[in-house]
Nanobody, 113 residues
Framework: QVQLVESGGGLVQAGGSLRLSCAAS?????MGWYRQAPGKQRELVAF???????NYADSVKGRFTISRDNVKNTVSLQMNSLKPEDTAIYYC??????????WGQGTQVTGSS
């Protein structure tokens, strides 16, 4: 069983920046971030594989950067130029080498206009 502990998030004015971090209790194949806005389905924001390959949602490309530390089993999401539409609960996601999926508890990100 892998535990995910998230940190970061909060309230920021439009155009501002926030950084989310997530620490896994074990070795992970893929780590990423999803978000869920009120009344909407959970959607992928970005993920990074153990080899460093990344993928981003079109809506965040050029503004968000995902990175991971394979030694510490952590993943971070640097969010710049935040927009009100980025407001959501952000969830850390991890897929183990046994292809099991784990979720963090979620952290609120609010971009105020």
């Amino acid at each position: 069983q892998v535990q995910l502990v998230e940190s970061g998030g909060g309230l920021v004015q439009a155009g501002g920046s926030l950084r989310l971090s997530c620490a896994a209790s074990g070795s992970i194949f893929s780590m990423g971030w999803y978000r869920q806005a009120p009344g909407k389905q959970r959607e992928l924001v970005a993920f990074v594989s153990s080899s460093g390959n990344t993928n981003y949602a079109d809506s965040v490309k050029g503004r968000f950067t995902i990175s991971r530390d394979n030694v510490k089993n952590t993943v971070s999401l640097q969010m710049n130029s935040l927009k009100p539409e980025d407001t959501a609960i952000y969830y850390c996601n991890a897929i183990s080498w046994q292809y099991q999926t784990y979720w963090g508890q979620g952290t609120q990100v609010t971009g105020s206009s």
